[in-house]
């Protein structure tokens, strides 16, 4: 929270609802994440889908971020989201990971199997 009252109303206006339409669902660090994100170019839209692991969410309130990391053609990459960013159309948890940590930089050093993460079971 800021100190300025002015800045908080604006922020709360900018939030994505917490349930219903346009909101987005529970995830942490672990779960692999498929995020469809508008991308606009030259005046057109189209959406591009980056799915991957998320390494941890950081900031508060409206200043959230999650960073997504995935493999593509042998290289890692990475992206971090805003949560409350508008371009996000959807956002969509394929996998619950079972991890005990709430940052997982420690992916960056491991590749192939070592990088795997055990799935979260829900009996």
């Excluded at 057109?44 to 969410?57: A, P, T």
């Excluded at 996000?88 to 070592?114: F, H, T, W």
């Amino acid at each position: 929270m800021s100190v300025h009252p002015l800045i908080d109303k604006i922020e709360a206006q900018q939030l994505r609802p917490a349930e219903g339409e346009g909101s987005l669902p529970e995830f942490g660090a672990g779960d692999t994440v498929r995020v469809h994100y508008r991308i606009i170019d030259s005046g057109k839209e189209r959406i591009q889908v980056f799915e991957g692991v998320c390494l941890g969410v950081s900031g508060a309130v409206n200043r959230r971020t999650f960073t997504v990391r995935k493999i593509s053609h042998g290289t890692g990459v990475e992206r971090v989201f805003p949560l409350h960013s508008p371009l996000i159309a959807k956002l969509e948890v394929s996998r619950r990971g079972r991890v005990r940590r709430a940052k997982l930089y420690y992916l960056r050093n491991l590749s192939g199997k070592a990088a795997r993460i055990r799935e979260k079971r829900d009996w």
